[in-house]
């Protein structure tokens, strides 16, 4: 009898995990390395082979949006600093930042122009955003574009993390053109 109470106990405990993570009525605030939902209210759901099929077809604009890393605050002025290559998605666009919770007003711009030239201003164009996996910050930076009338959104929750395993074409990218200084 102890053995079936502690049996139905263990699965009692894993049934919260088995049950995923909720979506947020709002933007993912912080701890934006962590397990993400399967969905995104509004937006379409790939996988590493769909995300794939998307982008050999062509027609979908691809837009990463892993975070630069900040400069070290502890390196003396003056000091030479590089950047670590971002290796990504061959032909993506890199939004740098866009996929926090809250974004200044500047990067908030540029992030909204950025989709515009990227969609030759076609909202009905599809957009699919990434960055690594179990990342919010392409569940956020989707649910921006939807709030900028993007209707196509399109999430790819693996990211280059999925991408790369499957051993598809990545290259160096650079920003997009205009990025803000500032975060």
Known sequence: MRRGAAALA???LALP???GVPEPSGYRMG????????TLEGARVVGPEEA????AAGGAV???????APRP???PEGAFWRDRPRLSISGAVWFPNAGYGAIAPVTDTWFRDGLRAATGGDRTRPLV???????WMSWNAAKRAQSYGHS?????????DGWSFMDYPVEELTAAPGEPVTQ
């Open 31 to 38: 701890d934006y390395r962590a397990p993400v939902p399967e």
């Open 52 to 55: 794939h099929a998307l982008w």
């Open 62 to 68: 691809f837009v990463d949006v892993l975070p630069r």
């Open 73 to 75: 605050a502890n390196l």
């Open 129 to 135: 955003f990434f960055c690594l996996d179990d990342c």
């Open 152 to 160: 196509k959104v399109i999430w790819f929750p693996e990211g280059t």
């Open 10 to 12: 263990l699965v009692a």
């Open 17 to 19: 995990v088995m049950a």
